[in-house]
Structures are given as C-alpha cells and as structure tokens.
C-alpha cells in the first residue's frame, strides 16, 4: 500500500487527450450541444475525484462537482482555449471547493478537532485497532495539510503534469513538487506507523 501511494503516478494524460477535452469546449463554447455533453462526461470524473478529495467531503462530492460544471459552462463564452480545458475546469473547481470552505468557515462551528489520527479511527469501522489495511485512501488524504493533498490529487490520483498542476493552484512547479514530495513521506509515515501497530501482538485475555 505504501509502494501505491508514494510511486509515480499511474494515471497519465497524453496530448491527444488534452486536445480533445480542448476541442470539445471550444465546440461547446460554440453552441454545439452534444459537445456540451461529451466534454461533462469527458471530464467529470477527474472533477468529482478532485473535488472530494480536496474537501475531503465524499459526500459533498456531486454537488462540489456539479457546481463547478455549472461555473464552466455559464463561463465558456470567454474561454478561448489558451490553455487545456481540463486544466481551466479544475481551476473553476478548486474555486468551488475554497468558496465551499468560506461559506462553512462563516458558520459557526460546534468544536474544532486537531487530532487527526483520533478523527481517521473514528472513522473506520468498529472492532478494529486503529489504523490498518482497511484505512481508506481518502481518510488518509484527509489528514494530509490542504496545500499537500491538492497538489498530490491533482498530479498523483487526476493524473496532471506537474506544469498543469502549478497552473491550477497558481504557483511555482517547484512548489508543487515540493508539496507532492512532502505529502509523499507524510503518508508513507503514517502508513509505516499503521503497519507497525498492526504488528504488535495484542494482550491475552485474562480468564
């Protein structure tokens, strides 16, 4: 599991991809209503996965993502394909997510809980010794600091290049593979420390 989360990327776009998410949003800009069709389902899955991720809010997911579509098309008129199409929507997504974030920030919260790994088992199913196998990958991502997970959604489970990925949060390459790097050890860390509790053998039951 460990090998899973912290080698390369798996998921790789080709150019041939990018071109024609591009070609599809340059046709539906156009007024082409079945190109507004494929481009959504060309597209919704790499949104709905960043989205929930970087909210950590499967639940919030279709909505997060339905938003962000909503966002693209009112704003294909003034797209002018510059740039890949994917990478604009993702922009338009990770703009949802943070005004989502401001619109919950303003609510008043019921209590402010910092232990992560308390949260993480909290979360697993009853019965089992903390963290294990069974941890799910978003339950990881969720402990990793917002600026770490976004960066290795979008280069390690969306599949973008590193250039693409600095365009979306809007800052250096070299950050972003900054944040990739440290959000690589992060999980190899905890997951090291999951395997290792795992491990240790369990006191017997007084009879």
Known sequence: MIAALTGPSPYKRTAADDEQVTGLALAARDGDPDAVERFVHATHRDIWRFV???SGDTNAAD???QETFLRALTGL???AGRSCARTWLLSIARRVVIDRYRSAAARPRIA??????AVAEHRQPSGLPGFDDGLALSELLDTLDR???EAFVLTQLVGLPYADAAAVVGCPIGTVRSRVSRARADLAGWLRSAET????????MAR
């Open 63 to 65: 909505d997060l993502a």
């Open 147 to 149: 600026e770490r997970r």
């Open 52 to 54: 929930a991720h970087l």
């Open 112 to 117: 402010d809980i910092n232990d992560w790994q």
């Open 197 to 204: 509790c795992a491990r240790v053998p369990r006191p017997a």
């Open 77 to 79: 008129p003034k797209f």
